[in-house]
């Protein structure tokens, strides 16, 4: 069930002022149709009250106190107005057009303490409002007083066009209450547009600035708290464009000082290689210490040139220069012909079913066998095996080893540059670029590059990559 907050802040607000014109115009419109309803029906009652009362004054003086059936009947119509009913009782009978049922006993109690009492009530589907009195006699004693006759009068007046003038009320009521309903609706329409308005611009704008549009603005409207929020924007925007720029501008430089050492580190290499190449030959004649010495300095001197090389690769990409030269391959002879090249053809289990063919470039797939092969052989433990695997658009090569696996921590970070599994380790065998390399050869086929842990036990590596990239 969604809360007030995940509604959206157009229907909160739209919410917000249909629920306050509706409690006003109810509150308002409610208060004033009961005070127009009570003075309508209090002033018909004080006019109806008056009328009886003047009606059974011209009764007096009464002619008898024992009157008979045919003097209630004459009583009775003599009080009852145009339209109105009456009945006239004394000692049990009563008289005249109205029916005695309609006089409650409450109204009976009150009318025979000697006041004039009322009551509204409803009769054949129809609103009234019976008036009863009990006429007087004056007091014999000669004390000037008066005292009930026993004789009790009542009428009977219909309040049916009370009735419709407060039916007419409820109806403005209802209308008043609609009509400021519509009214606060498009009140928060347009509240609602004049607020959501900059901040739809602001989502927008921040969507663009994410997606490294780092030249967005806001055009600043006023100088409320949205265009407050606005040149908040811009500023953070403007410092955001600045420091990415400087850092953008660090990180060409060290790419360009990277690319430029390793080009001029590439001749002395060649040299050097060529030197150590000499020592290898020789290193066998030489004596004890200078034997390892020289096998020392050419094996540093051919880790230097794989780092330099793998240095080099790794500008092309972030220069966007790296591209493949593709060409029809068949992927189980080129993996074979990857783990003989590097001796490792005697270590390394296979699993390559012939005939998978694809469109490859055949030294960058060796260059990810390659990374892989070595990676699972280095850091993990043998049996290290080799698996190919075909779909009608894809293969995927699995690279699996059966060592302590790769930590949790280490797995996000597994293609990483330079990454260290080990912080204290100072040095490794390799240049710490090969999987990112590999990672990069994948991706750059329009494939994918992944790791994880067998739940036997090992890494796995599995590189998946299309058939053919220029279709795919």
Do not use: C
């Not at 549009?213 to 055009?219: A, D, F, I, Y």
């Not at 790791?451 to 590596?461: H, L, Q």
Request: hydrophobic share 45%.
């Amino acid at each position: 069930m969604k809360g007030w907050s995940d509604w959206g802040l157009q229907t909160r607000l739209l919410s917000a002022f249909a629920l306050l014109s509706v409690v006003t115009a109810a509150a308002v419109a409610g208060f004033g149709y009961v005070q127009a309803r009570t003075t309508i029906l209090q002033s018909a009652q004080d006019k109806a009250v008056i009328e009886v009362t003047n009606r059974i004054e011209q009764l007096y003086p009464l002619t008898t106190l024992t009157p008979t059936a045919s003097d209630l009947t004459t009583m009775a119509g003599h009080v009852a107005g145009r339209g109105d009913s009456a009945v006239a009782e004394s000692g049990g009978q009563a008289a005249g057009g109205m029916a005695p049922s309609l006089v409650s006993a409450e109204l009976h109690r009150r009318v025979r303490t000697g006041i004039v009492a009322w009551q509204r009530i409803d009769y054949d589907g129809h609103p009234g409002l019976v008036i009863g009195t009990q006429l007087l006699v004056k007091d014999p004693s000669g004390a000037g007083g008066t005292r009930p006759s026993g004789i009790e009068v009542y009428v009977v007046r219909g309040l049916d066009s009370e009735a419709a003038s407060i039916g007419d009320l409820a109806r403005g009521a209802w209308f008043t209450g609609g009509a400021a309903l519509v009214l606060a609706m498009l009140l928060a329409l347009l509240a609602a547009r004049s607020v959501l308005r900059p901040v739809q611009e602001l989502r927008r704008a921040a969507h663009r600035l994410g997606e490294g549009e780092l030249t967005t603005r806001l055009e600043v409207r006023g100088s409320d708290e949205l265009a407050g929020v606005a040149r908040t924007f811009n500023t953070t925007a403007e410092s955001l464009q600045r420091h990415v720029g400087e850092l953008e501008r660090m990180e060409a430089d060290a790419r360009r000082f990277v690319a430029d050492v390793s080009h001029e580190l590439r001749t002395p290499l060649t040299a050097m290689t060529a030197v150590t190449d000499l020592l290898d030959a020789e290193a066998a004649a030489l004596p004890g210490p200078a034997g390892q010495a020289a096998r020392l300095v050419s094996q540093e001197t051919h880790n230097l040139t794989r780092l330099v090389n793998d240095l080099i690769e790794v500008t092309r990409f972030d220069a966007g220069s790296a591209a493949l030269a593709l060409d029809d391959v068949d992927v189980a002879e080129a993996v074979g012909a990857t783990l003989r090249a590097r001796g490792w053809a005697a270590e390394v289990a296979t699993e390559l079913p012939p005939g998978v063919r694809a469109r490859l470039d055949p030294r960058r797939l060796d260059v990810i066998v390659a990374n892989l092969v070595g990676n699972a052989l280095r850091h993990g433990a043998p049996p290290v095996t080799v698996r190919l695997s075909a779909e009608p658009d894809r293969l995927a090569i699995e690279v699996t080893d059966e060592g302590p696996g790769l930590d949790p921590d280490v797995l996000p970070h597994v293609f990483d540059r330079f990454y260290k599994a080990d912080t204290a380790r100072s040095r490794s065998e390799g240049s710490g670029l090969g999987l990112a390399i590999a990672w990069e050869n994948a991706r750059l086929h329009g494939g994918a590059l992944t790791a994880a842990n067998r739940p036997e036990g090992g890494a796995v590596f599995t590189v998946r990559l299309p058939r053919d990239p220029g279709g795919a």
